[in-house]
């Protein structure tokens, strides 16, 4: 997904090793140490979202259900990647499709999986929760269902600077993100006050998701760039032309506090959102009603 290699050991050695060698002060050659890996840092940093994933207390699953927990979560972000490229081909292709193996931080009770854009991680995360209902009402791998029984997820969207180091990412989004998930205890879907502004600049409020078409799309040049090219792609969330009933039926934003990160105060959302989403036929009900996140607005405060 990223544009930048990111930054290697090697490239730090080098710098380090390049400046040792010349003869300066000690101290400017500290001082230019400093400058040149500030340098390096901020050609390989750029804004990503973060969708944060957490199972909630984990540690009071039995062993069994720890151990297998893990493998269901792979499970799900496998789908669910494979539902987004055949059912959302107008955002998502096999090339900018989220890669596990380079996209996914894995935490053992969840991760965080980056995205370029807030919007690819809500769609994600719309799939992603429709998968877990399916999974959860024993519908698919009931055998492992037995085992952890239904699962309750908690979320949280954040947007900020990350960059590469070797194969992993790290940089204040997934800072932050893990720091206001940690702050939630109500299995809800939290945001930060930076993916917020992304909504209000490009799609007028993300409540203004529930009435948006692929038509207002291609007429804004921010959310045109979110296309993919191609006559025949399609979208299961958002329909060609405006309609009176969409996918996704009802979304409702609250601020409930603010998280204080290194003495700034980053304001939270809480986001509730409701769709119907009829693309994977249960064995009883071919009909599903997602629900992402609750309308509990109690307060997390200043932490």
Same mark, same amino acid.
């Given at each position: 997904?990223s544009k930048?290699?990111?930054?290697?050991?090697s490239?730090?050695?080098e710098?380090?090793e390049?400046l040792r060698?010349?003869?300066?002060?000690?101290?400017?050659k500290l001082d230019?140490?400093?400058e040149r890996?500030?340098k390096?840092?901020?050609e390989n940093?750029?804004?990503?979202t973060?969708?944060?994933?957490d199972?909630?207390r984990y540690?009071?699953?039995?062993?069994?259900?720890?151990?297998?927990?893990p493998h269901?979560?792979?499970?799900?972000?496998?789908?669910t990647?494979?539902?987004?490229i055949?059912?959302?081909g107008?955002?998502?292709?096999k090339?900018?499709?989220?890669?596990l193996?380079?996209?996914?931080i894995?935490?053992?009770d969840?991760g965080?999986l980056?995205f370029?854009k807030?919007?690819q991680?809500l769609?994600f995360l719309?799939y992603?929760?429709?998968?877990l209902l399916v999974? *959860?009402t024993?519908?698919?791998?009931?055998?492992? &269902?037995y085992?952890t029984?239904? %699962? !309750? @997820?908690?979320y949280c969207?954040?947007l900020?600077?990350l960059?590469?180091y070797?194969?992993?990412?790290y940089g204040?989004a997934?800072?932050?993100n893990?720091?206001i998930?940690?702050?939630d205890?109500l299995?809800?879907?939290l945001i930060?006050? *930076?993916v917020?502004?992304?909504f209000?600049?490009? &799609?007028?409020?993300i409540?203004? %998701? !529930? @009435?948006?078409s692929?038509?207002?799309f291609?007429?804004?040049e921010?959310l045109?760039?979110?296309?993919?090219?191609?006559?025949?792609?399609k979208?299961?969330?958002?329909?060609q032309?405006s309609s009176?009933?969409?996918?996704?039926?009802?979304v *409702?934003q609250s601020q409930?506090?603010q998280v204080s990160?290194?003495?700034?105060?980053?304001a939270?959302y809480?986001?509730?959102i409701q769709?119907?989403?009829?693309y994977a036929?249960?064995?009883?009900?071919?009909k599903?009603?997602i629900?992402?996140?609750?309308l509990?607005?109690?307060?997390?405060?200043?932490?």
């Open positions: 997904m930048s290699n990111g930054v290697t050991k490239q730090i050695d710098i380090i390049k060698s010349e003869k300066l002060p000690a101290d400017n230019l140490i400093s890996l500030t390096l840092f901020i940093i750029s804004e990503r973060v969708l944060g994933i199972v909630y540690s009071k699953y039995g062993r069994l259900a720890q151990a297998i927990i269901v979560m792979h499970s799900v972000l496998k789908l990647v494979e539902n987004l055949e059912h959302e107008v955002f998502f292709s090339e900018n499709a989220p890669k193996d380079k996209d996914y894995d935490t053992g969840g965080y980056i370029e807030p919007l991680a769609l719309i992603f929760q429709a998968n999974y *959860n024993s519908n698919v791998w009931p055998e492992l &269902t085992v029984m239904a %699962l !309750s @997820v908690r969207l954040t900020h600077g960059y590469r070797e194969s992993n990412w204040p997934i800072i932050n893990a720091r998930l940690a702050s205890k299995n809800r879907l930060d006050s *930076n917020k502004d992304w209000d600049l490009n &799609t007028n409020g409540e203004t %998701l !529930s @009435v948006l692929l038509e207002d291609e007429q804004s921010d045109k760039n979110l296309l993919l090219a191609g006559q025949d792609k979208s299961l969330v958002f329909p032309k009176p009933i969409n996918t996704i039926r009802n *409702n409930i506090g990160i290194k003495d700034d105060l980053l939270v809480n986001l509730h769709c119907y989403l009829n036929k249960s064995p009883e009900i071919g599903n009603v629900t992402i996140g609750n509990n607005t109690q307060g997390i405060g200043v932490i």
